[in-house]
Structure formats: C-alpha cells, structure tokens
C-alpha cells in the first residue's frame, strides 16, 4: 500500500515552462523530504521541511508544506534539462526509516 | 557532504550463482544502513535496515535467507543475493545515516544494477 501519492507521475514539457508536482497522504508528517534521482544514480536530498505552512526555495524550486502537514507540493520555474530526473517525495517514519513516494518523472526538452 | 559508495557499480551473473553487493560510507562511520531496490521507472522500497553488530530487520515479504546481510563494521554493509535468479534482477541502492546532523539525513550509494541471465 503506497502511503504517499505524487502526481503527476509522468511529466514531459518544454524548456522555460512552469510545473508543480503534489504529494499527498493520510496521514500526517512529521516531516517531509525531497530527493531528485538521475538516471543509473542514488537520490540527492533537495530539501526537508518539517512546519505546516513552510516554504523553502532552492534557486527555481519552491517547496512548500501544507498547513495541516499531509501534503506538499514542489514547483519548478523556467524549466530547464538539467532538471530532468525522478522527484521523489519521503516521509519520514519512525527514526530513520524512509517511506518514498511514487515518484515523477520529469522530462524537460530543450 | 558525506559520500556512500558501492561496488560493484553492474554486475551481471548466470542463474544460481550468488553476487555480492559492498556499501561503504567514505567519510562518516553509520551504525545504520539501508537496502531499497529500485524497478524500472518505480520509486525505491526499502528491503532491509543494516545494523552495526547485530541483524538485520528485514521488510515484510523479503526473504532474508535469500537476501543476506552484513554489518561488519561501521562503514561497511554487504548485500548477497544468494541463488540468483532472472526476478532478482535490480537496482539495488544502499544508503547511511551519519546520526550528526537534524533531520534524519541520509546519504545514498550510486547503485548497482544486477543483471541474472
């Protein structure tokens, strides 16, 4: 049973486009990473946010946790190849167990 | 930021034989490690946690004669796939926890794909 749903999970758009990828749950984080995985390659943390309602911005990515902590979304501006990957959202359960999302997939065409 | 490796990076093994996957943290000693597989175009499910000097807890419904794990030391988590078989066939991805820093940080190894023909 998946405990965390991405959406969408497939994504293809143009260079310069905006996107906003969502995550969503039952239940409640207490806290909530984003990790981006390349192709042939581990997932790299992006970003963990931990209070309802926070916002965390990585140059063009904009994070934001919903105010009753169940869901978050991740916002891409001006899309570019390189940001081509998996996007992955994770909950942290327990001390150290991670739970991973679906995952999107991410495809920006020059 | 701290680096997990594994090796081998592709491996590719008949039927039957067993493989044997090495995670090593490079710059921080891990009292826990992870094993996730990864299917094509799926997302990553943990299989098992590592732990330093005792057994590992494996996720419900991976066979742990199957999938033997080893802590030996505190940089160092083998994964063996024992009498490998076509469905075994993966992307096999460890990562370590350092413990040092908040939020429950984990540092993820490269991969390694394995092929059972």
């Known amino acids: 049973t998946q405990l965390l749903e991405q959406s969408p999970q497939f994504l293809s758009i143009q260079e310069g486009e905006n996107l906003t990828v969502y995550c969503n749950s039952s239940?409640?984080?207490?806290?909530l990473q984003w990790y981006r995985q390349e192709p042939g390659e581990g997932p790299v943390l992006l970003v963990t946010v931990v209070t309802g309602g926070e916002v965390k911005k990585l140059k063009r990515l904009t994070f934001q946790f919903g105010d009753a902590r169940k869901d978050s979304s991740l916002h891409i501006t001006a899309a570019q190849p390189g940001d081509t990957g998996l996007y992955l959202c994770?909950?942290?359960?327990?001390?150290?167990?991670?739970?991973f999302g679906q995952g999107t997939r991410l495809t920006i065409n020059p | 930021g701290a680096v997990v490796s594994q090796h081998p990076s592709r491996v590719i093994c008949k039927s039957g034989t067993s493989v044997k996957i090495e995670c090593r943290s490079l710059?921080?000693?891990?009292?826990?490690m992870f094993w996730y597989r990864q299917f094509p175009k799926k997302s990553l499910m943990l299989m098992a946690t590592?732990?330093?000097?005792?057994?590992?807890?494996?996720e419900q419904g991976v066979e742990k004669d199957k999938f033997l794990i080893n802590h030996a030391s505190l940089t160092l988590s083998t994964l063996t796939v024992t009498s490998a078989h076509p469905e075994d066939s993966s992307f096999y991805i460890c990562?370590?926890?350092?413990?040092?820093?908040?939020?429950?940080?984990?540092?993820f190894g490269p991969g390694t794909r394995l092929t059972v023909l």
């Open positions: 994770v909950k942290i359960q327990g001390a150290q167990k991670l739970v």
């Open positions: 990562s370590a926890f350092p413990g040092t820093t908040g939020y429950n940080e984990q540092f």
């Open positions: 590592s732990n330093e000097g005792s057994k590992a807890t494996y």
């Open positions: 710059d921080f000693q891990a009292t826990t």
């Open positions: 239940s409640v984080f207490s806290s």
